[in-house]
């Protein structure tokens, strides 16, 4: 009873600046306010079935008073319950991780059977004006340009595995950004950190050349010095884009090698809309194993799949108006492992979507091909 | 001499009949379109058994440069698309990230619509990428309209293999276009109606998409508001203000 009670004075309280605001839809322009309340079953089958449900809330406000002014603040509510929760040891621990400087998670409820975590992903103030803008706080600092696999994001490396957080994680960061033309800026970024092993400090030039988006970065990354370069244009009328990041570290350390991630796509889109995407990474650095599970967070540019080769080929078709399919397949030469990713995503009526996805690894542990683990999700998400 | 004379006659009045076409037809789009426009619209894409409602709001410099805002359903609001020239971006508000658009995009539905992204970008230009004549004169809703043949020039990004438009004799209204493909069968028709005055000028309010193969579906289009000739310059098209406007 008393756990009911908190859940729902939980929702009524992160709901209560929208029922608040929602009365003066009049002057939308000063405050923002927007989000979504996802509704997720998952089933894993390895050796055992488990089946876990995430009630999963999202709210983005933004204050702006003036055209040079904005406060944004984002926050994400999670209900875990099942028996993942439970099967776990700590999985409440798990849940509330933090990659930031600042601890803005927690745990409200933290039971044998639920597990209620909050965060501020969203916590920064941002000041521009027609040639600058400067933003400080947690926030997102998005240098990726490239699909899938992104070398040159720095500041958040994400897992693509990790489908069902898309705005991703923040950093506590400063950033400065001067634009010169249409796409054209020189960025300078560093988060926040006790030591400079921990920081990412870097700068990021961008330019539009002959069709081509081009951005140059540099700077340290936990350790290393770092430099990169990506690109985003066409080649005839499919996409051409990529990404190549060089790490070496300043001082000699335990694990600390010199290494190269790199990598190019090619995307097309036919006229009855079916869309056609190929992509490949490069990493010198690999090391570790295949992670559906939660190895997302604490990934890095540095390292964001295991394997030295992978292959990602992804298509996708809207059979209906208000249904599209997909499928996603990643290939890892040299290794006899595969990932497999059927979609399909529906449209029920404006703002509320049904998804369903799948997530199949193929491995060989006993010499011929079987999914060693297969997990299924049915995700419904309406947005406001 | 006779035979010489008759052909340049001929000639001549060809090719009066394509400059009056293509004269009317830059007016019709000058009348449109202005030098430059903001606009606010809905988008209604109809269905048997279902619709959706897509809002935006829009700027336009010519046809060079164009920048789409999508302010409802809550799950869009905020996207916005930029096209400068044939380089097109997508901003993605919910990662942070703009993402360069493959140029193959362009001749794709628009968000599941009956138009494509070239429809609502403008890519192509209804004046330069087209060779115009009239065919004659009919009446469309009661309005008294030159038939106007467009036939896409040599090299231009058009998917259409001809076009008809019909362009009402006074005031310069784009009343009704049938598009056809390369083998001359007819794709879409657009009906234009709800003429009424916005930002200043008598214009259709209202576009009805309606493709041949389905004619129980459709794509509506309502003009809510529009300026013309506002004072934007082709650096108000950036990356930047694609996260912007608001």
Same mark, same amino acid.
């Given at each position: 009873?008393?756990?009911?009670?908190?859940?729902?004075?939980?929702?009524?309280?992160?709901?209560?600046?929208?029922?608040?605001?929602?009365?003066?839809?009049?002057?939308?322009?000063?405050?923002?306010?927007?989000?979504?309340?996802?509704?997720?079953?998952?089933?894993?089958?390895?050796?055992?079935?488990?089946?876990?449900?995430?009630?999963?809330?999202?709210?983005?406000?933004?204050?702006?008073?003036?055209?040079?002014?904005?406060?944004?603040?984002?926050?994400?509510?999670?209900?875990?319950?099942?028996?993942?929760?439970?099967?776990?040891?700590?999985?409440?621990?798990?849940?509330?991780?933090?990659?930031?400087?600042?601890?803005?998670?927690?745990?409200?409820?933290?039971?044998?059977?639920?597990?209620?975590?909050?965060?501020?992903?969203?916590?920064?103030?941002?000041?521009?004006?027609?040639?600058?803008?400067?933003?400080?706080?947690?926030?997102?600092?998005?240098?990726?340009?490239?699909?899938?696999?992104?070398?040159?994001?720095?500041?958040?490396?994400?897992?693509?595995?990790?489908?069902?957080?898309?705005?991703?994680?923040?950093?506590?960061?400063?950033?400065?950004?001067?634009?010169?033309?249409?796409?054209?800026?020189?960025?300078?970024?560093?988060?926040?950190?006790?030591?400079?092993?921990?920081?990412?400090?870097?700068?990021?030039?961008?330019?539009?050349?002959?069709?081509?988006?081009?951005?140059?970065?540099?700077?340290?990354?936990?350790?290393?010095?770092?430099?990169?370069?990506?690109?985003?244009?066409?080649?005839?009328?499919?996409?051409?884009?990529?990404?190549?990041?060089?790490?070496?570290?300043?001082?000699?350390?335990?694990?600390?090698?010199?290494?190269?991630?790199?990598?190019?796509?090619?995307?097309?889109?036919?006229?009855?809309?079916?869309?056609?995407?190929?992509?490949?990474?490069?990493?010198?650095?690999?090391?570790?194993?295949?992670?559906?599970?939660?190895?997302?967070?604490?990934?890095?540019?540095?390292?964001?799949?295991?394997?030295?080769?992978?292959?990602?080929?992804?298509?996708?078709?809207?059979?209906?108006?208000?249904?599209?399919?997909?499928?996603?397949?990643?290939?890892?030469?040299?290794?006899?492992?595969?990932?497999?990713?059927?979609?399909?995503?529906?449209?029920?009526?404006?703002?509320?979507?049904?998804?369903?996805?799948?997530?199949?690894?193929?491995?060989?542990?006993?010499?011929?091909?079987?999914?060693?683990?297969?997990?299924?999700?049915?995700?419904?998400?309406?947005?406001? | 001499?006779?035979?010489?004379?008759?052909?340049?006659?001929?000639?001549?009045?060809?090719?009066?009949?394509?400059?009056?076409?293509?004269?009317?037809?830059?007016?019709?789009?000058?009348?449109?379109?202005?030098?430059?426009?903001?606009?606010?619209?809905?988008?209604?894409?109809?269905?048997?058994?279902?619709?959706?409602?897509?809002?935006?709001?829009?700027?336009?410099?010519?046809?060079?440069?164009? =920048? $789409?805002?999508?302010?409802?359903? @809550?799950?869009? %609001?905020?996207?916005?698309?930029?096209?400068?020239?044939?380089? !097109?971006?997508?901003?993605?508000?919910?990662?942070?990230?703009?993402?360069?658009?493959?140029?193959?995009?362009?001749?794709?539905?628009?968000?599941?619509?009956?138009?494509?992204?070239?429809?609502?970008?403008?890519?192509?230009?209804?004046?330069?990428?087209?060779?115009?004549?009239?065919?004659?004169?009919?009446?469309?809703?009661?309005?008294?309209?030159?038939?106007?043949?467009?036939?896409?020039?040599?090299?231009?990004?058009?998917?259409?293999?001809?076009?008809?438009?019909?362009?009402?004799?006074?005031?310069?209204?784009?009343?009704?276009?049938?598009?056809?493909?390369?083998?001359?069968? =007819? $794709?879409?028709?657009?009906?234009? @109606?709800?003429? %009424?005055?916005?930002?200043?000028?008598?214009?259709?309010?209202? !576009?009805?998409?309606?493709?041949?193969?389905?004619?129980?579906?459709?794509?509506?289009?309502?003009?809510?508001?529009?300026?013309?000739?506002?004072?934007?310059?082709?650096?108000?098209?950036?990356?930047?203000?694609?996260?912007?406007?608001?």
């Amino acid at each position: 009873m008393k756990l009911r009670v908190k859940l729902i004075l939980l929702i009524i309280a992160v709901n209560l600046p929208l029922l608040v605001f929602s009365q003066q839809l009049e002057e939308p322009s000063k405050w923002q306010i927007n989000g979504y309340l996802k509704e997720m079953v998952t089933i894993i089958k390895s050796d055992s079935v488990l089946v876990d449900n995430l009630i999963h809330h999202r709210l983005n406000l933004e204050w702006t008073p003036n055209e040079h002014f904005s406060v944004n603040l984002g926050m994400r509510n999670r209900i875990f319950t099942g028996d993942l929760v439970q099967a776990i040891p700590g999985y409440s621990s798990f849940v509330d991780t933090n990659n930031d400087y600042f601890d803005f998670s927690w745990n409200s409820v933290d039971r044998k059977k639920v597990v209620v975590n909050s965060v501020f992903d969203r916590a920064y103030i941002e000041w521009r004006n027609d040639e600058w803008e400067i933003r400080a706080g947690r926030q997102r600092v998005n240098w990726g340009t490239n699909v899938v696999w992104n070398p040159n994001d720095l500041f958040n490396a994400y897992s693509f595995f990790d489908f069902d957080y898309e705005e991703r994680p923040g950093s506590d960061a400063i950033r400065v950004t001067r634009y010169f033309g249409f796409a054209s800026s020189l960025e300078i970024a560093a988060t926040y950190a006790d030591n400079m092993d921990d920081m990412v400090a870097a700068a990021m030039w961008k330019f539009n050349k002959k069709g081509y988006d081009v951005q140059l970065i540099s700077g340290i990354a936990q350790g290393d010095f770092t430099a990169g370069i990506g690109w985003a244009g066409n080649v005839g009328l499919a996409g051409f884009k990529g990404e190549i990041t060089y790490f070496t570290p300043y001082e000699q350390r335990v694990g600390g090698e010199t290494s190269i991630a790199g990598s190019v796509g090619l995307d097309y889109s036919f006229s009855n809309s079916f869309y056609l995407m190929g992509s490949y990474l490069y990493n010198s650095n690999a090391f570790g194993q295949l992670n559906l599970l939660g190895g997302g967070n604490m990934l890095s540019a540095k390292n964001l799949m295991p394997y030295e080769h992978s292959i990602f080929l992804q298509g996708s078709y809207p059979i209906h108006p208000l249904v599209n399919l997909g499928v996603g397949t990643m290939a890892f030469p040299g290794e006899n492992s595969y990932f497999v990713n059927p979609s399909v995503s529906v449209s029920i009526v404006d703002n509320l979507d049904l998804g369903i996805f799948s997530q199949i690894i193929l491995d060989d542990p006993n010499g011929t091909l079987e999914s060693t683990l297969k997990m299924f999700f049915a995700r419904l998400k309406w947005s406001f | 001499m006779k035979k010489i004379f008759l052909a340049s006659f001929i000639l001549f009045s060809f090719a009066t009949s394509a400059q009056d076409a293509t004269e009317i037809i830059r007016r019709m789009d000058q009348k449109m379109q202005g030098k430059s426009n903001t606009s606010e619209m809905t988008m209604q894409i109809v269905r048997p058994g279902w619709t959706r409602e897509v809002g935006i709001k829009g700027w336009a410099l010519g046809t060079e440069y164009s =920048l $789409i805002l999508i302010t409802a359903p @809550s799950r869009d %609001k905020g996207t916005a698309f930029l096209k400068r020239g044939t380089e !097109m971006w997508n901003w993605q508000p919910s990662i942070d990230r703009s993402i360069k658009l493959p140029p193959s995009m362009m001749m794709q539905s628009w968000m599941g619509s009956d138009f494509t992204n070239d429809d609502l970008v403008k890519q192509s230009s209804i004046v330069e990428d087209y060779s115009h004549k009239i065919l004659g004169d009919t009446t469309v809703n009661g309005y008294a309209c030159h038939k106007i043949e467009m036939i896409p020039k040599e090299n231009a990004a058009v998917v259409w293999g001809k076009v008809l438009t019909y362009v009402s004799k006074k005031d310069d209204l784009q009343l009704l276009v049938k598009f056809y493909d390369e083998d001359e069968f =007819l $794709i879409n028709t657009m009906v234009m @109606s709800d003429i %009424k005055n916005i930002g200043g000028r008598l214009i259709p309010a209202k !576009m009805e998409m309606i493709p041949a193969e389905n004619p129980e579906h459709r794509t509506i289009i309502i003009y809510k508001n529009m300026e013309f000739d506002v004072p934007i310059d082709k650096e108000f098209f950036s990356t930047q203000n694609m996260k912007r406007v608001r």
